[in-house]
């Protein structure tokens, strides 16, 4: 199974993470990647990047040395009503080609009851600034698979496997395989990303792969799988850089 870009990433302005984003993109280049998106921590994380680090982050280049640069962010959820730690008129601003939503338990309850997660994440799916959903298969906010994937699915949000959760979510195998299972039968997108906190752990994601394949996961539906489904996917967010991607396949 192979992948032509990493959708969640993590530089240095994460104090936890370890590489600058020159460093990733560079071993980006190396893997053989076509785009990787930088998606530091929101706000309300403790080692989170400034605001302004998200005000600025356009002055990156669109491409570098061949490899397309996403800029992103990884939101935190605040709350049961889907709340994030960057209000509406800030992401519209900050105009982010990948914004991922993630539970961390330094921003939330460490522990939801099975119908608030489900609540939380059917609220998330109505905010039309959410690209993709983070590492949501935690069983200690487990939440109904079946009904959420299908406004995901009508919402275009995308459901993240991430590669990182067996290292630091471990027991959550069997919810994460459910959760792909939910995703085939509605028609759910997904992205297969690493997580990375550093160059060593870029593109990786071999935890997550051998289970997609048991289930037989279809590429289609694998967002980070082919260029083509990348664009269109972008396409599909309204993102700008679609069109510059498109316009040099
Ligand atoms: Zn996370
Ligand atoms: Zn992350």
Redesign the pocket.
């Known amino acids: 199974m192979d992948f032509i870009a990493d959708l969640?990433t993590h530089t240095l302005v994460s104090n936890h993470a370890y590489n600058t984003v020159t460093e990733m993109v560079t071993q980006a280049k190396k893997l053989g990647l076509y785009a990787m998106a930088v998606t530091d921590?929101g706000v309300a994380m403790p080692d989170a990047p400034h605001l302004w680090y998200f005000y600025n982050i356009h002055s990156l280049p669109d491409i570098v040395d061949g490899v397309w640069l996403l800029k992103g962010t990884?939101a935190n959820v605040m709350d049961v009503d889907g709340t994030l730690d960057f209000s509406d008129d800030l992401l519209k601003r900050f105009d982010l080609d990948w914004i991922?939503v993630?539970?961390?338990s330094d921003t939330l309850a460490p522990k939801l009851d099975f119908d608030s997660a489900t609540k939380l994440w059917l609220n998330v799916a109505e905010n039309p600034y959410v690209d993709m959903i983070?590492?949501s298969e935690s069983r200690f906010h487990e939440y109904d698979y079946d009904a959420v994937t299908k406004v995901f699915a009508q919402n275009n949000k995308v459901v993240e496997m991430?590669g990182?959760s067996a290292n630091c979510r471990p027991g959550n195998e069997d919810n994460m395989r459910r959760l792909a299972l939910a995703c085939k039968k509605n028609g759910t997108k997904i992205a297969v990303n690493s997580?990375a906190h550093s160059i060593y752990s870029l593109a990786d994601v071999d935890t997550v792969t051998p289970m997609l394949k048991e289930i037989k996961f279809p590429r289609e539906l694998i967002v980070n799988a082919t260029k083509e489904n990348l664009i269109a996917e972008l396409k599909l967010h309204g993102k700008k850089i679609a069109a510059k991607m498109e316009e040099q396949l």
């Open positions: 969640h921590h990884e991922i993630s539970i961390h983070g590492h991430n990182n997580d």
